[in-house]
Every structure is written in structure tokens, then in C-alpha cells.
T-cell receptor, first 116, second 112 residues
Framework: GAVVSQHPSRVICKSGTSVKIECRSL??????MFWYRQFPKKSLMLMAT?????????EQGVEKDKFLINHASLTLSTLTVTSAHPEDSSFYIC????????????FGSGTRLTVV | SQELEQSPQSLIVQEGKNLTINCTSS?????LYWYKQKYGEGLIFLMM?????EEKSHEKITAKLDEKKQQSSLHITASQPSHAGIYLC????????????FGTGTRLQVTL
């Protein structure tokens, strides 16, 4: 149980276009989801906390207009990278807060975004 | 600056050797999680610690949280090539379980 599906796993897009990444909790409801970004050989940096039915809470230094987060249902959060540029190329991972068992947080498998 | 510092940043050990990774915070660790990650993949949950002095083991991996709840260690006994990867500690430092922030990471290589 407590599976989070992230899609797509890899995406290549052209500069100036927008890309949407989906994060779904498959067998539980997630009122809170998190989006992280990981640079090569670096740790995970929390970008924002996504709350179902309300606005996301962004971490300091993260551009709200660049990284649009929508959490319209209890099982789906989306991250849209708008007007992507090569510097947005990175590995993005989502996580869902779950209260099943004692794990607490379940992570997706990540999305590798390459902007060309 | 990073809230959670891990040491060492990278580690190369020979198969069969023991190793320890540390995770230190200037804030109280209300919930401390250890994960393993293969490059470019998601996170694999290893263990969660909450109480000061708590220790948990799974197979050849043991994790401890100190009494002050500001430092955790991950110990691998008789390392194997399958242990290679990036080890990340994540913690709730707010006390409200509102978010999980991560340490700087430790890259482990196991040589034959």
C-alpha cells in the first residue's frame, strides 16, 4: 500500500514551452503533497508544499509563477514548469504525506526534465 | 545553509567493511527518516526514528537517534555492492510534521 505514481518519468521540451508533471497517490488520499528538485550529485531541495483545495506554500527562493502547483483532488497534484529554460533542467520528485503505517511520506519515482 | 548536514559527503569502502554515515542538525529532529536513492531514481525508505535514544535495525543496517534528538547515524555492517547509492537523511524540524527537509546526502561506493 501507499504508492505514489509520478508521470512522466522523463521529458524533453524546447525552451519557452511549459511542461506538466503529475503526482498521484494510488491507494490513499493525500491532503498534502510535496515537490522537490534535485540537482546532479546534490540532495533534494524542497520547492513547495501542495495542499488540496488551497494555494501551495512555496519555499524561499522558489518562483511561484515559474513553478505552478495545483492540487485539485485528494489524489492528484501537478507541477507545471512554465516557459522552461535549460536551467530548469533537473530531477523533480514528489512526495505525499500519508498516515498509513509509520512511513509518513511516500515518494514518487521522479521526473527527469531536460530543456533544450 | 543546509539545516541537515551529512558526513561524509562521499565514501568508498571495500566489500565486507563496516561504515557509518552521520546526520547532524542544529534543530531538534522530531522525526528522522533515512532513505536510499539510486541516481536518477526515487527514494527507498529505510527507517524512521522519533524518540531520543531510539535504535532500529533492518538486515545489515542500523540507525540511531541520539538522546538530544539532534544527531542520527546510519551504520552498515559487512557492506555489499547492493548497498551502493546515495543515502539521505530527512527530518521534520518544525515539530508540526508539516514538511520534510533533507540532508546534504552521502554517496556510497562499495568496491569488490
Amino acid at each position: 500500500g501507499a504508492v505514489v505514481s509520478q508521470h512522466p518519468s522523463r521529458v524533453i521540451c524546447k525552451s519557452g514551452t511549459s511542461v506538466k508533471i503529475e503526482c498521484r497517490s494510488l491507494d490513499f488520499q493525500a491532503t498534502t503533497m510535496f515537490w522537490y528538485r534535485q540537482f546532479p550529485k546534490k540532495s533534494l531541495m524542497l520547492m513547495a508544499t501542495s495542499n488540496e483545495g488551497s494555494k501551495a506554500t512555496y519555499e524561499q527562493g522558489v518562483e511561484k509563477d515559474k513553478f505552478l502547483i495545483n492540487h485539485a483532488s485528494l489524489t492528484l497534484s501537478t507541477l507545471t514548469v512554465t516557459s522552461a529554460h535549460p536551467e530548469d533542467s533537473s530531477f523533480y520528485i514528489c512526495s505525499a504525506r500519508n498516515f498509513l503505517g509509520n512511513y509518513g511520506y511516500t515518494f514518487g519515482s521522479g521526473t527527469r526534465l531536460t530543456v533544450v | 545553509s543546509q539545516e541537515l548536514e551529512q558526513s561524509p559527503q562521499s565514501l568508498i569502502v571495500q566489500e565486507g567493511k563496516n561504515l557509518t554515515i552521520n546526520c547532524t542538525s542544529s534543530k531538534t529532529l522530531y522525526g528522522l527518516y533515512w532513505y536510499k536513492q539510486k541516481y536518477g531514481e526515487g527514494l527507498i525508505f529505510l527507517m524512521m526514528l522519533q524518540k531520543g535514544g531510539e535504535e532500529k535495525s533492518h538486515e545489515k543496517i542500523t540507525a540511531k537517534l541520539d538522546e538530544k534528538k539532534q544527531q542520527s547515524s546510519l551504520h552498515i555492517t559487512a557492506s555489499q555492492p547492493s548497498h551502493a547509492g546515495i543515502y539521505l537523511c530527512g527530518a521534520d524540524t518544525t515539530g508540526t510534521a508539516s514538511k520534510l527537509t533533507f540532508g546534504t546526502g552521502t554517496r556510497l561506493q562499495v568496491t569488490l
